[in-house]
């Protein structure tokens, strides 16, 4: 009596489906918590504003008259120390010295005499004694009356790490005449600076807004160009789940971290004396092995399809790269208001929850030029083709197929933002999913977002150079 073996496809796809729930099990335990540590996170966002009313007071001197009171308002210095002064009481952790001297510089020249008096007193017993020579110069009656020569001002200074606008501030502290103490080419510097985060970023909203009202308009009339044909790699939904569950949370997020990070530490101790630039290797490395498992694990999950179809599994259509680029900045231009509009609401109604992306903080406080590249590759050029591959070119056409574009389009962005373990930002990574998925289906080109993730990650990355200075 012959028995037939069970059939392989019916056990092979049992098997898959069972994955790929544990791994959703996992996954969601893991996003879990991811989200809720989110909140004990610090915020770049007070760090932001810091550096934003810092530049705003160096560039004001330089401003013309006419437009001073439009672009840096009608007293920067003291906005900037009601800010810092807020932000300083509220941390739960003991501030940075330079923001105190800087606080304490800022108390001086509103002529609150008796508070920068305590506040440098408290700061000389805290900081070493390398750095007591300065603060010792500038409590009353310890001779910051008398001038001082550049030399001595910058020995002064030595250690503390200062901005521009705080030894501006120091020099007139210490009798310095406000016109020897100015720094001319600081200030010129960033009166560029300040049109580049505070100007540029209004233009643009305008001109985004008017592109998603017209679009909206031209939807509304019935005039808009149909959306191309959606193809995607022939994968179920069972797939695609062990694929971004599986793939890239349990194996890329939680495993590859714990066996790559101690090797890559090894690897780079030699650089332990430039610590930002082996931060940034850091980072860049763990992203390409992150990177690594899913992408090897779609590669398994197609080669048994045999042949792509023209264009591709993914559809990158990349050529022509002018027609695809051209939508990209459309796109990113009409979510940028959209985006704004989520933050602020976010911001009134629960105020900043924290949680922001470390990558952030790194990028604003350092200075090493190949750090920094490293931190432009991985956010402009290595997350966009990562996360564009799952989320826009395999879970989206796969979820399509199931439920059609604006399900696929909406769940999408949700994983998507989900995967960045952020609450505080995930309202607006979820519009922004929204922007790169709707690209997505109308367009037909995985390319088109890939650059509109890349531009989109350009531009924050840029405003944040801009602040850094």
């Excluded at 985006?339 to 200075?367: K, M």
Aim: contains cysteine.
């Amino acid at each position: 009596m012959n028995v037939s073996p069970p059939p392989q496809p019916r056990q092979s796809a049992g098997w898959t489906t069972g994955l790929a729930l544990l791994s959703l099990a996992l996954s969601a335990l893991l996003w879990l918590n991811g989200l809720v540590d989110s909140l004990q996170r610090p915020s770049v966002g007070n760090a932001l504003e810091l550096r934003q009313l810092e530049l705003t007071a160096l560039a004001a001197p330089a401003l013309p008259a006419s437009l001073r009171s439009s672009l840096a308002g009608e007293q920067p210095l003291d906005a900037l120390r009601r800010a810092l002064r807020k932000q300083l009481d509220d941390s739960p952790v003991p501030p940075a010295p330079q923001l105190e001297l800087q606080l304490a510089l800022l108390e001086r020249q509103a002529g609150q005499i008796a508070e920068a008096t305590q506040r440098l007193q408290q700061l000389g017993q805290q900081v070493p004694p390398s750095q007591r020579a300065l603060v010792q110069a500038l409590l009353p009656g310890r001779g910051q009356d008398a001038r001082r020569t550049d030399f001595e001002t910058g020995e002064l200074l030595e250690g503390w790490q200062a901005s521009p606008l705080s030894r501006q501030l120091v020099c007139q502290a210490l009798g310095g005449p406000p016109d020897s103490c100015a720094d001319l080419p600081a200030q010129r510097a960033a009166v560029g600076r300040l049109l580049g985060t505070a100007v540029a970023p209004v233009l643009l909203l305008v001109l985004g807004t008017a592109l998603l009202l017209r679009q909206l308009w031209l939807r509304w009339r019935g005039k808009a160009p149909a959306a191309s044909p959606l193809v995607g790699p022939p994968l179920n939904l069972a797939e695609a789940t062990l694929l971004i569950a599986g793939g890239f949370v349990v194996l890329g997020e939680l495993v590859m971290p714990l066996l790559l990070a101690p090797l890559l530490q090894g690897v780079l101790s030699p650089l332990a004396a430039q610590p930002a630039l082996q931060q940034g290797l850091l980072v860049m490395g763990l992203y390409l092995g992150l990177m690594a498992v899913p992408l090897a694990l779609l590669w398994g999950q197609l080669r048994p399809h045999g042949s792509a179809p023209v264009g591709g599994w993914l559809q990158w259509h990349w050529l022509p790269l002018g027609s695809a680029l051209r939508r990209a900045v459309a796109q990113v231009l009409m979510v940028l208001p959209v985006v704004a509009l989520v933050g602020w609401l976010l911001e009134r109604l629960v105020g900043d929850p924290g949680g922001s992306n470390p990558l952030l903080e790194l990028v604003l406080t350092s200075a090493n030029p190949l750090a920094l590249l490293c931190f432009a590759v991985t956010a402009v050029v290595l997350a966009p083709l990562f996360e564009e591959t799952l989320f826009r070119g395999v879970l989206l056409p796969v979820l399509a197929q199931r439920w059609g574009g604006v399900a696929a389009v909406t769940i999408s962005a949700l994983v998507f933002g989900i995967a960045h373990l952020s609450l505080g930002e995930l309202p607006p990574l979820f519009v922004l999913g929204l922007g790169l998925g709707w690209l997505r289906l109308q367009s037909g080109r995985l390319g088109a977002s890939v650059l509109m993730h890349g531009l989109w990650n350009g531009l924050t990355f840029a405003n944040l150079l801009l602040l850094a200075g």
